[in-house]
């Protein structure tokens, strides 16, 4: 892997007359670009810098190399101007974005464009928005205010219409000194629904502070008894009485919805001066507030001898797979090690699937390192996203970053400790756009860069990483127990297909599920219902002739959604009104179909009208509010039921969950794919986990028609050797991952021929050089997204192959195809170990 570091010259340039440039096109080369004679000397790798790229464009790039040579095939054109006194990407990063381009088959600038912030970019189509609230405190330079009052004039611009109204031929080093005066500020950075929003608190009134002031406030209310409701249910909310008088704050909308039509009262109750409210700037990923940093919790004896292993581990230079089943105390492992790392001056990145960035790990860590983390997210806003990246990059306060998959891409410097916490989760590989990387894998090579320790934790590996172990290239340390003898649920797998027989099956539930679900209602526990979203959105049907609306763009059958009553493309976004008649047949019998989320809510609902239910899917948590607001709400009890997707198996911690259903298990087991008995296990395994709590042993009911199914078997006994050792022959005997490796190649083109004939003689030379590894080209699952036809080739080839080798040989039949005069636009996008 590292031969190909070698291009990298790190060199202050003495006398260096070139430069190599990252330039964010869609062209797979570097750039070379003249170094002007003032800038001799000054210049380093990292640096940003403007150029001119064809006729008149002007864009902004990264210096990869400084070099003497040449080039022989172009002229040079000069490099504009220097926007970097020091270089703000760093060799290490570099040297990770060079390998992600070779890895993945895609072009540095796409990794340039994935792995910097908006507001580091500055291309010329980005948009500058005037900052009304600038005043400032210095004259500026003519040129400077001559652009901002046209940035105040116009609102906003882009840096392409600036330099033409400037005369300027780059204009990037006045906009970037005035986003430093936060004069103007780049679009993205206006885009967040994460600015610091502001909300209400209530606290206790001064006057009613104490005892008898607080009777006399009650008695006062005996002819209102709503404003004596909310006043209890406010005292509640704190904690108490005690708790209320040191002036504990609430929620003002909590508190609202803890009681119908409550708002006059509360308004009443603040004119009355017993509550007072006021605003405040709130984070949700930051509310917390550390008055005392905590020390790190004592660790059981089984935790301590795995935190001793993983410390071998880590000796022998080896990644650590922690397998340690749910709740088995994996974060305070996690904690401990970055609690050493710091204490030893390095840094530490903790990696998590986006879904399971959440306020309870957020705050469970800042506890324990307070101002030491940062938080990377990536729907936190673009200025929040540069805070962090700088903070890194000038070494100020941050040591430890609890980041999404892109944070791989960060400025670290003395990177001790890498934990890639649920490491089995799909979504740390980027399906779209290119870099198609996998945070996991991105994140192990990150780790050989700067020797860290490199741990990846999961309930339920990966069969890549357990096979790893099997080949000793990761330590296997085992956590079997969950903290304080809690017990791992209870398993029940109930027969839907004999159920029906019977004709018990009450729409999509068991009796044996509903009486559960019964049970826990009463004793007051809580209630996850789990189905898997797959191919389960509901859409409309012909009941006369069974026409299906279906998108206009794409080849997928259209979503319906309720709250707005209009059906959309989960492809494109395409929306469309619900027809009042069959599109086809004209008969007004248009039914909806499928055995979506809503639907289950909706039937729940119905069985248990006194049950509070929430719902956690795609769409109830397109905003990251809407998540946090589902997980804060079933943590503190307003809801009974929770139902939703696979998001509900993301690493959550709730307390009275005493029951799980998994609806519909054949569904996942069914899905034609060879990773399908894999991804089961791990959700079913998953979702178990979430059942249980102290002292109580939890129930999971999973009704399937098929209970003798092996990997249900295995799920019930909790046996992942077993499992793992069923899988590994499979893929072995089938050639698939991890003995062999596969490369998707998709070809699109808005004329379904030409697609169709790219395919096929792009197929045809593959099969020239690797025979029956070739698969293809077969028409995808979707086939038709956003108005172009699709074909798909699959490359399989055995893992003692050199992939470098593989994919030259892959790109030049690419590159013979797309020299075909036909297939000039012709899209062919490539996607190494797909998932
Ligand atoms: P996992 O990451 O394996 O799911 P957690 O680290 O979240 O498990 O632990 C589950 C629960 O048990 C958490 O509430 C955690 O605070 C608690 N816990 C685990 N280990 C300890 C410990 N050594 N001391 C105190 N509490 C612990
Ligand atoms: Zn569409
Ligand atoms: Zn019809």
């Not at 060799?91 to 060079?98: A, G, I, R």
């Not at 700037?281 to 993983?310: C, G």
Request: hydrophobic share 35%; aromatic share 8%; net charge positive.
């Amino acid at each position: 892997m590292n031969d190909c570091f070698l291009r990298l010259i790190p060199v202050r340039g003495k006398n260096m007359r070139y430069a190599d440039i990252v330039l964010p096109v869609p062209l797979p080369k570097l750039f070379t670009y003249e170094v002007p004679n003032e800038y001799h000397g000054t210049l380093a790798a990292g640096q940003r810098v403007v150029v001119s790229f064809g006729k008149k464009k002007l864009l902004s790039g990264i210096i990869f190399s400084l070099h003497n040579n040449k080039p022989e095939a172009y002229e040079t054109k000069p490099i504009i101007s220097i926007l970097d006194d020091k270089p703000i990407v760093t060799l290490s990063q570099l040297k990770v974005w060079e390998w992600m381009a070779d890895y993945y088959q895609c072009t540095l600038g796409e990794v340039y464009k994935a792995a910097l912030p908006s507001g580091l970019k500055l291309e010329s189509e980005t948009r500058i928005f005037y900052n009304d609230e600038f005043e400032a405190e210095t004259e500026m330079p003519e040129k400077t205010q001559q652009i901002l009052d046209f940035l105040a004039a116009k609102k906003y611009s882009t840096i392409s219409e600036i330099n033409q109204f400037s005369g300027l031929k780059s204009c990037h080093h006045i906009i970037k000194q005035l986003i430093e005066l936060d004069a103007v500020v780049v679009n993205e950075q206006l885009k967040g629904s994460w600015r610091p929003k502001t909300e209400v608190f209530l606290s206790l009134h001064n006057n009613v502070r104490n005892e008898n002031s607080l009777r006399d406030a009650f008695d006062s209310l005996s002819r209102a008894p709503k404003q004596l409701e909310v006043l209890m249910l406010f005292l509640q909310s704190t904690g108490g009485v005690s708790e209320a008088m040191t002036g504990k704050e609430v929620l003002k909308k909590e508190l609202a919805s803890k009681a119908v039509n409550s708002s006059t009262a509360i308004n009443e109750l603040i004119k009355k001066e017993m509550l007072v409210q006021v605003k405040r700037n709130v984070d949700r990923l930051l509310t917390s507030k550390i008055e005392n940093v905590q020390k790190v919790k004592t660790l059981s004896p089984e935790q301590d001898s795995a935190l001793q292993e993983t410390l071998k581990g880590f000796d022998e230079n080896l990644p650590v797979l922690l397998h340690g089943v749910t709740s088995s105390g994996k974060t305070e492992i996690y904690i401990h090690l970055i609690d050493q790392a710091i204490k030893k001056g390095q840094q530490a990145l903790y990696l998590l699937p986006e879904i399971a960035l959440t306020t309870q790990i957020t705050n469970r860590l800042k506890a324990h390192f307070g101002e030491k983390l940062g938080i990377y997210h990536s729907k936190f806003s673009d200025d929040q996203r540069v805070e962090v990246y700088n903070n890194l990059l000038n070494n100020k306060s941050y040591r430890v970053i609890l980041g999404v998959r892109s944070s791989v891409f960060l400025p670290f410097s003395n990177l001790g400790l890498i934990i890639i916490d649920e490491e089995h989760e799909n979504s740390f590989k980027q399906f779209d756009p290119a870099p198609r990387y996998h945070a996991r894998d991105v994140a192990l090579v990150l780790g050989q860069g700067f020797k860290s320790s490199v741990l990846l934790g999961t309930a339920t590996p990966s069969i890549e990483s357990y096979y790893n172990v099997q080949n000793n290239k990761y330590r296997l340390v085992e956590l079997t127990t969950r903290f304080e003898g809690m017990m791992m649920p209870e398993i029940i797998v109930v027969n839907t297909r004999e159920a029906q027989r019977k004709k018990m099956m009450q729409s999509h539930f068991s009796p044996q599920l509903l009486e559960h679900i019964s049970e826990a209602l009463s004793n007051k526990q809580q209630v996850i219902l789990f189905q898997n979203r797959r191919g389960f959105a509901p859409f409309m049907e012909c009941m006369s002739c069974g026409w299906i609306p279906k998108c206009k763009h794409c080849d997928v059958s259209l979503t319906y959604h309720k709250h707005i009553h209009q059906l959309i493309c989960h492809y494109c976004g395409y929306s469309s009104n619900v027809h009042a008649t069959c599109q086809a047949c004209e008969s007004p019998t248009l039914n909806l179909k499928g055995f979506g989320t809503q639907k289950i809510e909706e039937e729940i609902g119905q069985i248990f009208p006194d049950a509070s239910i929430a719902r956690m899917d795609y769409d109830t948590t397109r905003s990251r509010k809407g998540y946090e607001n589902i997980i804060s709400g079933f943590e503190q009890g307003e809801y009974n039921i929770l139902v939703g997707t696979q998001m509900v198996t993301k690493g959550l911690d709730f307390d009275r969950v005493s029951l799980v259903g998994i609806l519909n298990a054949d569904q996942m087991l069914n899905h034609p794919d060879f990773r399908a008995f894999e991804k089961s296990f791990q959700m079913m395994a998953q979702v178990s986990g979430r059942a249980g709590r102290k002292h109580k042993r939890g129930t999971v009911i999973i009704q399937t028609s098929d209970p003798e199914h092996p990997v249900i078997a295995k799920v019930r006994s909790n046996n992942y050797a077993a499992f793992y050792q069923e899988q590994i022959e499979e893929r072995e005997q089938f050639n698939y991952p991890p003995f062999y490796r596969i490369i998707h190649l998709t070809i699109k083109h808005k004329n379904q021929n030409v697609t169709n004939q790219a395919a096929n003689y792009l197929a045809g030379l593959l099969r020239s050089v690797f025979g029956s590894r070739i698969l293809g080209p077969q028409v995808p699952p979707v086939n038709r997204i956003q108005d172009h036809h699709l074909q798909r080739i699959m490359i399989k080839y055995e893992r003692k192959a050199s992939p470098s080798q593989v994919k030259k040989l892959i790109r030049d039949c690419i590159n013979q195809t797309l020299a075909n005069e036909r297939w000039k636009y012709v899209q062919i996008v490539n996607d190494v170990d797909p998932l």
